[in-house]
């Protein structure tokens, strides 16, 4: 059998090589930069440079032990409490992060992870605390103290287990946290009356802590940009939903904002060599066409038409591909025309 890193540090302690008071800790360091190197941590090189989306596939058996932990984690909580789910996700963590430091499984258990700590937490809520039946019944300070749990539970899973994209939920809940005590003081009602704030403010700053990440690595040769990319994905939808919260894209008015709207974060994307900002209003910008092209106001009325569907479709299809097929052209014309001070200080052209 082979030797456990443990044991064989021991046995160097034994030897006389290191003394055994640093077995532990060197024992942890290693470990640790073992889960950096696999799970892609922020501090770690990464060398695929040709893409934004973090790479955390190294092979068919991440994908197989992945598969499986998926199944088994679903038939734990179909057929026990969400408590012993928590439990069976850290012991899979314990296993397949902590001690192999495998990339996917590691991604998928933290997923796990935060989706059904935040469902104990809330459980916890109703039985225990509340007694609300949703959380979206929760008032501004109620709901900041659910995102305060969430916080604590995901900062001890990072501290844990060093899963970049832990980092992120980290941050997301911690931001949803000090954006709800925010907004408390202006809202006392339910969810419903400062939903559409909390998605806005809450996706601004996000961005802006993605941009802070982004920019300390222009060249993105380190994994921070990892968390960057997946502050991006929850961010961005965040920010447009916010915008469109209180608009009618049906309307002609509400379709011309969101248009704009759009192209100004497919511009930002662009500038930040981040596809996310394209993709998220795609949505949006359906609604937005149904109206423009639609003769009458009701969205309802015009998507009756099944030509017109067909018509929104081929619009948004032609809009993704000239976007996609040009995007390093887009890049450098845009890029071209900002100060050699700012230039370098965003993400390289590739």
């Not at 990319?229 to 509400?254: C, D, M, R």
């Amino acid at each position: 059998m082979a030797e456990t890193l443990h044991e064989s540090l021991t046995a160097a302690a034994e030897a006389g090589i290191i003394t055994p008071g640093q077995v532990e800790p060197l024992t942890r360091f290693v470990q640790a930069r073992a889960v950096h190197a696999a799970s892609g941590a922020v501090d770690e090189p990464n060398r695929e440079e040709d893409s934004e989306i973090p790479r955390f596939i190294r092979g068919y058996h991440d994908i197989l032990i992945t598969i499986g932990i998926v199944v088994v984690l679903t038939g734990i909580a179909g057929v026990s409490s969400i408590y012993v789910a928590l439990a069976a996700v850290i012991v899979l963590a314990e296993i397949f992060v902590y001690r192999q430091r495998l990339a996917l499984p590691s991604f998928a258990l933290t997923i796990a992870f935060a989706l059904f700590a935040a469902w104990a937490i809330i459980d916890v809520d109703r039985s225990h605390i509340s007694g609300e039946v949703s959380a979206m019944s929760a008032s501004a300070p109620h709901l900041a103290a659910l995102a305060a749990a969430q916080c604590v539970a995901l900062a001890l899973f990072y501290w844990r287990y060093r899963v970049p994209v832990a980092l992120a939920a980290l941050l997301i809940a911690g931001v949803v946290t000090v954006t709800v005590l925010a907004l408390s003081g202006l809202y006392s009602g339910e969810f419903d009356q400062y939903g559409t704030m909390l998605f806005l403010v809450a996706g601004v700053v996000l961005v802006g802590i993605a941009m802070r990440f982004d920019l300390t690595d222009p060249k993105r040769l380190y994994t921070r940009s990892d968390v960057a990319f997946w502050l991006y994905l929850v961010a961005v939808p965040a920010i447009l939903k916010g915008i469109f919260g209180s608009v009618k894209p049906q309307t002609t008015e509400g379709a011309i904002l969101v248009v704009a709207v759009v192209a100004l974060m497919m511009t930002v994307g662009l500038l930040l060599d981040r596809r996310a900002f394209v993709t998220a209003g795609l949505v949006y910008l359906g609604y937005a066409f149904a109206a423009l092209i639609g003769s009458n106001t009701g969205l309802l009325g015009g998507l009756a038409t099944s030509n017109l569907v067909m018509w929104i479709l081929v619009a948004i299809g032609l809009i993704v591909l000239t976007v996609g097929f040009g995007w390093r052209f887009f890049r450098q014309y845009l890029l071209r025309g900002l100060p050699a001070s700012l230039r370098v200080r965003l993400p390289v052209l590739r």
